[in-house]
């Protein structure tokens, strides 16, 4: 049987009277990737923090390659890369510096792995630029280079590509693809709903509970109790306001020329077609489409 | 004439090149969003339109007036959130409108009933006596969006509003703009959101300081129809193997359990059988293949594929 290289157990933190998370379990296997979604203060962060020790959980356990945190040392710390939402890097040091820092912290002794991570992360180019004078996306893969320094098997990455164009996001979740087909676990939090789609599982946290895990496209089955449509008529802007009180649909939003919308359980797209050409809306047309990761992630938060 | 428009807007910083012969317009109730990598030049147009940077040459106007020449009347035309968050942290949230309302001329009393209206328009009206640091990064979004309303402009300029921002707060933030849309207000928006770009009329991609391409979501989308598909099923080796050395296929990404193609104009069938044919023969059953439509993220990566990007350094 595998051992899951991260496995959460009922891990609760109380902060006095507020409980920031409540109870998350889940495992994490060798080469998966789990995304962990959910809004500001849902708990992701502490979640995290526990996992990798930095925080006492009040209740339950996390555990590390099948070896509780709370009894770690050192060297279950060298299998886990970390990259907080502020990433450490020092500004006034260039990015070979920065990452020849990191050697050094992590006791990493063999000196061509500094040259051999800027080159993983196509950071050569700028290996003598001081980090600070560095655009976002590029920092962030520097960042992402000082998590990998010491070959961890475990990657933890909070909201590793916030502020990073499409174009290097996408270098960004090649470089985690390559890892995880070399059996490295990572556990990434993030905004951007379409990257939470490049993810084997999906975790949605809402006021620090659990609320769903599974594979996306599973989630986009089991969270949506209503069909999805994408609608045209001739006054979108007024249609869209006349089905934001209109009970067969759970929730509708602008999508360019056109709305997407989310029907109440039951409802297919006919009987929506009729009830808005019956409200005197013009020249309606709707097609039922494939659910997005958002529509799950705004139905499961209740908006 | 058009809400906002920009023509043949240039600026350079030193050797730089930020924006190179940019023309764009907008009009009123219309939503449009500049897409493009970072330095692609978003900020730079949005700065030129808002008239806090100058243009070396071409000429922008908000609602008909020249923002260089006219730039009082302009400005007062016109609101803009930059990217940074400019308000005071130290100043309450009507603090920071008031001083905004004096600032944009609003006398007397009329800044009261105006920043009130603006924070319940924006959903803070219970949040009006604490300090912007002191706010969520979605909640200072939002207070920064009603200080750039505080004085009824008829244009509106973003600069990536709801970046850093949960899903949740970004889509109480794009209702509030659909509303203004109602309003007939012209709204430009940057922004890394691929999703967002598609809730917008009309997309312009930047490049490098140059407009590659704008049109709606689906015009954009249009090259790539019938050219992306999708393999799913059956282990991660397994998919690679019978997408291994295709003839036909532009790109090949991973996307979690499924693989996405890029396939050449009019080969789609062709790989498709080809993909299947090989699952049979290796006996992978499990191995599903399909042509899916083409995503603006799908667009963004073919529009750059062209030329690699600038190295910084």
Aim: some cysteine; glycine content about 10%.
């Amino acid at each position: 049987m595998t051992v899951p290289a991260a496995r959460a157990d009922r891990l609760t933190k109380r902060f006095g009277d507020f409980t920031a998370v409540d109870r998350v379990s889940f495992d994490l296997n060798p080469g998966e990737i789990l995304g962990y979604l959910g809004p500001n203060g849902s708990g992701k962060t502490t979640t995290l923090r526990m996992l990798l020790g930095l925080l006492r959980p009040t209740a339950g356990e996390a555990e590390l390659f099948g070896r509780p945190v709370a009894a770690g040392g050192d060297d279950l710390r060298q299998q886990v890369g970390y990259m907080s939402q502020r990433s450490a890097l020092y500004d006034e040091l260039t990015a070979a510096e920065n990452l020849a820092f990191y050697a050094l912290a992590y006791g990493v002794r063999d000196t061509r792995r500094v040259r051999q991570a800027l080159d993983e992360m196509d950071l050569a180019p700028v290996a003598g630029v001081r980090a600070g004078d560095l655009p976002s996306g590029w920092r962030q893969r520097l960042a992402l280079a000082g998590a990998l320094l010491h070959g961890p098997r475990l990657l933890v990455l909070d909201e590793p590509t916030s502020g990073v164009d499409p174009l290097s996001r996408r270098a960004f979740w090649d470089r985690i693809y390559a890892l995880a087909a070399d059996g490295v676990a990572a556990l990434v939090t993030t905004h951007y709903l379409e990257e939470a789609e490049y993810c084997h599982r999906v975790g949605i946290m809402i006021d620090g509970s659990l609320r769903a895990i599974d594979e996306p496209a599973r989630l986009k089955h089991s969270a949506l109790t209503g069909e999805a449509w994408d609608v045209w008529a001739e006054l979108v802007l007024e249609t869209l306001e006349a089905l934001g009180s209109e009970p067969m649909v759970a929730r509708a939003g602008l999508a360019g020329d056109h709305l997407h919308v989310i029907g109440a359980p039951g409802v297919g797209v006919g009987d929506l077609v009729r009830r808005l050409e019956a409200l005197g809306f013009r020249a309606v047309r709707a097609e039922r489409v494939e659910p997005t990761l958002e529509d799950v992630f705004l139905a499961l938060a209740g908006t | 004439m058009s809400a906002i428009v920009a023509s043949h807007l240039a600026r350079a910083f030193g050797p730089t090149r930020a924006l190179v012969d940019f023309s764009l317009s907008v009009e009123r109730g219309e939503m449009v969003a500049l897409l493009g990598p970072d330095g692609a030049g978003k900020s730079t147009a949005l700065r030129l339109l808002a008239g806090v940077l100058r243009a070396d040459s071409g000429r922008a106007t908000v609602d008909g007036l020249d923002v260089a020449r006219q730039a009082e009347a302009a400005r007062a035309r016109l609101g803009y959130v930059p990217q940074r968050f400019s308000l005071y942290g130290d100043l309450t949230a009507l603090e920071n409108l008031r001083f905004l309302a004096d600032v944009r001329g609003l006398a007397g009393v009329a800044w009261r009933e105006r920043a009130e209206a603006m924070l319940r328009f924006v959903g803070l009206e219970a949040f009006g006596h604490r300090r912007a640091q002191a706010l969520s990064g979605g909640m200072r979004q939002k207070l920064a969006l009603a200080a750039a309303l505080i004085h009824q402009p008829r244009v509106l300029l973003l600069d990536e509003p709801t970046g850093g921002v949960d899903p949740l707060a970004r889509q109480s933030f794009w209702k509030l703009l659909t509303r203004l849309l109602r309003q007939e207000v012209a709204i430009l928006v940057s922004t890394p959101y691929l999703d967002e770009a598609e809730r917008c009329h009309r997309v312009a991609f930047l490049h490098r300081g140059r407009l590659l391409v704008q049109g709606t979501p689906d015009e954009l989308r249009r090259p790539l129809a019938d050219r992306m598909i999708e393999v799913r099923g059956g282990a991660p080796d397994r998919r690679l193997e019978v997408t291994q050395d295709l003839g036909g296929v532009e790109e090949r990404q991973i996307f979690g359990a499924t693989l996405r193609l890029r396939v050449a104009a009019g080969r789609v069938h062709e790989v498709v059988a080809e993909v299947a044919r090989r699952a049979a023969a290796y006996g992978a059953t499990d191995v599903a293949v399909r042509l899916v439509p083409p995503s603006l993220e799908d667009v963004f990566h073919y529009l750059l594929a062209a030329e690699p990007l600038p190295r910084a350094a």
